[in-house]
């Protein structure tokens, strides 16, 4: 039996690595969020853009929590106890802890898919294109901030919000 000792190489780029032995590089890909189960099925047609069945970065970047309190789609949420519950302007503790806004609705203990950052579509929402969109009252997004600012993204059509956290003000 020969043994051959082989010098490694790795180079992190771009959420890749790329991993050589000697002259034959290996990339693997670490950046994609695997979309499945009982809540991720009905949004893989709408975020897997390129079918392949993963929602990657380009895409939208998600992942499940567990709701704290019964909480609709489209609600910007916040963690506590490790459990989401909807954010609010008026309180400061829910915006330090604001992790992204839901995809599903949800009741208390069950799993919900929560965007922390990318596109958020919504066929019908309404939204003004181009404006930038703060934390309101109960997880709700509004176009002018009250109480503290947070804001959460911007519209880049009337469908979509690029949900991406921003300024905050405490005031």
Known sequence: MTIIEEKVQLNIIDEKIDLAF????IV???????????????W?????SNLDGIVDKSEIVARYYTCGEQINSLKVVFVRNGKIYKADSSDWASIEKLVGITLQAGNPNESVLVCVR???RNAGWGLTEDAR?????????????????CEIGFASDTNTLIFEKGLTIRR
């Open 22 to 25: 000697l002259s034959q590089p």
């Open 28 to 42: 693997l890909n670490v950046s994609p969020l695997l979309v499945g189960g009982n809540y991720g099925d009905m």
């Open 44 to 48: 893989k047609t709408q975020y897997d």
């Open 118 to 120: 990318g596109e958020v």
């Open 133 to 149: 969109y703060f934390l309101g009252a109960d997880g709700d997004i509004s176009t002018n901030p009250v109480g503290n600012i």
